[in-house]
């Protein structure tokens, strides 16, 4: 930890980096003479500047925060910028965001958005990585038989200890017996602060090291494609305000990441019980498998598929096979 005796001084040690000085430049969405202003106290910088620079440097939060308290002598004002610290998605990621939008191919879009989305969320939502799962959730295509969208699948996924960094490898079905189905059927975002308790009038499907969850519907013109769901592995972690209005603002960017008509009509949402984890992981075993042998079977029929497309396909039996075995059960 560097020893400063003002804010000013602790930015400029850490701005001597020419690639870390880049960095803060792009996530504050401001000029490197800005900061150099910042530093020799030629300007003050807005409280929503303090607040991005707090989440471009979560690891230097605490000693900014109380080396600004101590230059404005109010207590409240380190309150403020603690309560206010995570209101709002930087104004320069949002540029990143829509850039790929216009340069990613079809095939890349999704993951490629999705995943730039929740690395910016993971980051910003637990600077102090105390444990932090996100999901991006998709609709299934609704069945041939009625039109209706019967299951939800867990998809792109990023995690902080205890969860790994990458949780797709967990990725499962979700339906009406889940936080997400009922997000996804009312449209509306929803928070559980205690997944362990039983008196709860809202489902859930508690996952480990699940503690506490807000999930938020991904929605465009009144359909909805989806949902994003955060986990935490402590009680009670979205009960601020700004925190969960937060998670609602990357919901809503997260719209960029699907096409059209991947969303829905709010009719067409008719979820069914999904089995448990545990037995989703015995159909999930040969996946890989299932898809190779899926793109050799269209080949050899001279009807050659992609691994994208081959992939679909095995989802699309996977779900029919589990809705079947939990509707026998």
């Known amino acids: 930890m560097h020893e400063s005796e003002t804010w000013r001084e602790l930015l400029r040690t850490i701005i001597s980096d020419p690639r870390e000085r880049q960095r803060v430049v792009e996530a504050l969405g401001v000029r ?3 900061l150099t202003r910042w530093i020799n106290k030629e300007s003050a910088p807005h409280p929503q500047n303090l607040r991005n620079l707090l989440n471009a440097l979560p690891q230097y939060r605490e000693q900014l925060l109380e080396l ?7 207590e409240e004002f380190s309150n403020a910028i603690l309560d206010d610290s995570s209101k709002e998605i930087p104004s320069a990621f949002y540029i990143r965001v829509f850039a790929a939008r216009a340069t990613t191919t079809e095939t890349m879009r999704f993951w490629s958005i999705s995943n730039m989305i929740l690395q910016q969320a993971v980051g910003q939502l637990d600077p102090e990585r105390t444990g932090m799962g996100i999901v991006v959730v998709r609709c299934m295509i609704p069945s041939q038989i009625d039109n209706k969208v019967h299951s939800l699948r867990e998809s792109v996924a990023v995690g902080t200890p205890p969860w790994p960094g990458n949780l797709e490898q967990k990725a499962m079905f979700l339906g009406a017996e889940s936080l997400c189905g009922y997000v996804v059927t009312v449209c509306r975002p929803s928070s559980t602060q205690n997944v362990d308790d039983q008196q709860s009038l809202i489902p859930a499907h508690k996952v480990e090291y699940e503690k506490s969850a807000s999930v938020h519907p991904i ?19 979205f ?16 719209a960029l990441a699907f096409e059209p008509h991947e969303f829905y009509e709010p009719h067409q949402i008719e979820l069914r019980v999904m089995p ?5 992981k015995e ?3 040969d996946f890989r498998q299932r ?3 899926t793109m050799i079977e269209a080949s050899r029929k001279k009807q050659p598929v992609s691994s994208v497309v081959a ?3 095995v989802w699309q039996q996977l779900e029919e096979e589990l809705l079947q075995l939990s509707a026998q059960k």
């Not at 494609?225 to 402590?234: H, K, N, Q, R, T």
């Not at 009960?239 to 997260?254: E, K």
Request: glycine content about 6%.
């Open 283 to 285: 159909y999930f075993a």
């Open 239 to 254: 009960l601020s305000p700004s925190r969960f209005a937060l998670i609602d603002q990357y919901a809503n960017l997260l």
């Open 68 to 74: 600004i308290r101590e230059e404005t002598g109010l």
């Open 276 to 280: 448990s984890q545990e037995i989703q």
């Open 219 to 237: 929605l465009y013109a009144g359909r909805v494609a989806g949902c994003l769901l955060v986990s935490s592995a402590e009680y009670n972690y």
């Open 32 to 34: 490197a003479i800005t």
């Open 291 to 293: 898809v190779a042998n």
């Open 311 to 313: 992939e679909q396909m």
